[in-house]
């Protein structure tokens, strides 16, 4: 801002004042909502972290359960299976709210089952479609159960870098631009106060200066006593 171009008047000099105290009560509020977001940005790194870690295990362990029973059965025969092992997923989905961001939190049905819930004759198959049914269904659940804490991760993520680009902008830029502003405005009120002052008693020395001369009493004007 160009302070020069400023409005030197007291009508300026009070809204740049609440300018100021809106821009610095903005930014405790941003600030507050940051250390929420962390709070449970946080929590839910620890939660997802432990979480992610059994998880890679097991899609290893999948993947070599189901390249070893490819090898062995077929892959018709194992396509074949798993279209007749599908089953119906209900979630429950909700959420609450942290200072206006959105924390989404799911729960799903039970997809373990036992081999006679599957859809196929347990006699007609081997022990290793049954181990790569059941693997599969443990790692779905598990799947299930991260999927809304990863979600909320990149939101509150976002969020969090978005209050951050905010914050900067009123400390780095917004607040410091008013309090010179507020600076200039003040010490212009200032200096004319000073000038106006030393008018005044210019004016009073030179009447009582014509006073005296003519040996007279001084007439000067209220405003200037």
């Known amino acids: 801002m160009a302070v020069e171009s400023v409005k030197t008047t007291r009508d300026e000099l009070l809204r740049t004042r609440q300018e100021l105290k809106i821009a610095q009560d903005g930014k405790d509020i941003l600030e507050k909502k940051k250390e929420a977001l962390l709070s449970r940005f946080l929590n839910m790194v620890r939660a997802y972290k432990?979480?992610?870690e059994a998880l890679l295990e097991d899609i290893k362990h999948l993947k070599d359960t189901l390249a070893l029973t490819r090898a062995r059965e077929g892959t018709v025969a194992v396509r074949s299976l798993a279209l007749a092992t599908?089953?119906?997923?209900s979630l429950e989905i909700s959420k609450d709210?942290?200072?206006g961001t959105k924390i989404f939190h799911m729960v799903h049905t039970a997809l373990l089952r036992d081999m006679l819930s599957r859809g196929y004759n347990p006699a007609s198959i081997?022990?290793?479609i049954e181990a790569l049914a059941a693997t599969s269904e443990r790692l779905l659940d598990k799947l299930l159960g991260i999927a809304h804490i990863e979600h909320n991760l990149k939101t509150v993520g976002k969020e969090m870098r978005a209050l951050n680009r905010k914050i900067n902008a009123l400390e780095e830029s917004i607040i410091p631009s008013l309090r010179t502003k507020l600076r200039y405005i003040q010490d212009a009120l200032e200096q004319h106060e000073r000038?106006?002052?030393f008018r005044l008693k210019m004016i009073?020395?030179?009447?009582?200066g014509k006073v005296e001369a003519?040996?007279?009493?001084?007439d000067v004007p209220a405003a200037a006593l």
């Open 86 to 89: 599908s089953q119906d997923l």
């Open 97 to 99: 709210n942290v200072m």
């Open 204 to 208: 009073k020395r030179v009447q009582a």
């Open 126 to 128: 081997s022990s290793r």
């Open 50 to 52: 432990g979480k992610r």
């Open 195 to 197: 000038e106006e002052l």
């Open 214 to 218: 003519a040996g007279g009493v001084p």
